[in-house]
Every structure is written in structure tokens, then in C-alpha cells.
């Protein structure tokens, strides 16, 4: 409506339908590869930061939950993964080997650091940020049980993985993406 309203239409922008439509997938294109993926300890950090200020405990199980579904949401909207590793088909839901590894001293209880080393951080100013904090709002009620049931679901990544290939099979991309776009 505004470019009307200016005397502008997209065939005098670009020529022709053709050459928008041209322009709109190289605009996509860069978009997507303006997504930036993350470390598992960056946004791990975001759910420890916002866990501390609403002081909720939060253990391994939970966050590493929290991080599957972000993740999701972010592959679907986006087209990229959020965080640069790819999760595994545990016993109890999806996985991060790296986060598990820094988070494991912590066995069942609450996680009780403040923050994790990384080496990259997770701008509040960016649509990542945002995403993971509209998780944490929806899903921090939950107990890490009930998001570990979710993930159990049948037709869900985790359980096509685990049923394709068995317990520490990787999550595939492309089912979560497909999973979380609907």
C-alpha cells in the first residue's frame, strides 16, 4: 500500500515480476544466512540468566530440553539450526554431548553456576535471543519430566531417531525442522 501510495509498484522497482521475485529469494537468502548458530554453553547461558532472575531451579534434564525445543523453533523459522551441534536420542529425551559434559557434575539436582564458560554469547538484541526467551515463558512451568514426556512423543524427532537407529542416535535436521514448522 505504501509504494502505491507514492506512485511506486514493484514492476517499476525491479521490471518485472520475475526480477521481485528474483530479489525477494536473494533477500531470503541472506536473511537465512544472517541467522548465526550458537554454542550450546551460549544459550544455555540465556535459560541459566533468565532461571536466576525468576530464581527457578533448573537441572541438566530441563535445560537440555529447553535448548531442543529453541532449537526446533529456530530450525523451523529460520532454516538454521541454533546451535551448532546436533542432538542425540538419550533414554530421556534429546541431548547435547557438549552440554551434558559441562552440566553432568550436577547430576539430577539443580544446575548452581551462574554461567558457563563460551565462547560466544547470545545478543539480547537478537531474533535468537528472542526466541529463547518466548521458550522460557512458555515452557519454564514445565517440570523437566513433563518435557522429557513431550519429547517422547510418537512421530517426534527423538523418537523417529531412536527408532531408526537406537539410543545415542543423532537427531535429524531436517525432522526437526519439519516437526516444529507446524
Same mark, same amino acid.
Given at each position: 500500500k505504501q509504494s502505491q501510495d507514492i506512485g511506486?509498484?514493484? #514492476?517499476?522497482?525491479?521490471?518485472?515480476?520475475?526480477?521481485?521475485?528474483k530479489y525477494t529469494h536473494l533477500f531470503m537468502a541472506e536473511l537465512q544466512q544472517a541467522h548465526l548458530t550458537y554454542t550450546p554453553a551460549a544459550v544455555a547461558n540465556v535459560f541459566l540468566a533468565l532461571a536466576k532472575a525468576e530464581a527457578r531451579p533448573i537441572s541438566n534434564l530441563?535445560?537440555?530440553?529447553?535448548l531442543y525445543f529453541a532449537n526446533g523453533l529456530y530450525l523451523a523459522s529460520t532454516g538454521v539450526p541454533l546451535v551448532n551441534e546436533q542432538f542425540q536420542a538419550w533414554t530421556y529425551g534429546p541431548v547435547l554431548i557438549s552440554l551434558y559434559g559441562l552440566l553432568r557434575v550436577f547430576r539430577d539436582g539443580p544446575?548452581?553456576?551462574?554461567k558457563l564458560e563460551a565462547i560466544d554469547t547470545v545478543s539480547p538484541d537478537t531474533y535468537a535471543y528472542a526466541l529463547i526467551l518466548?521458550?522460557?515463558? #512458555?515452557?519454564?512451568?514445565y517440570s523437566a519430566w513433563q518435557l522429557v514426556e513431550i519429547t517422547h512423543q510418537d512421530g517426534s524427532p527423538w523418537h523417529k531417531a531412536i527408532k531408526s537407529g537406537g539410543r545415542f542416535a543423532a537427531i535429524n535436521n531436517a525432522d526437526l525442522k519439519e516437526y516444529f514448522s507446524h
Open positions: 511506486l509498484t514493484n #514492476r517499476d522497482r525491479y521490471g518485472s515480476i520475475t526480477e521481485a521475485r530441563k535445560i537440555q530440553k529447553l544446575i548452581t553456576i551462574e518466548g521458550v522460557w515463558e #512458555r515452557l519454564k512451568g
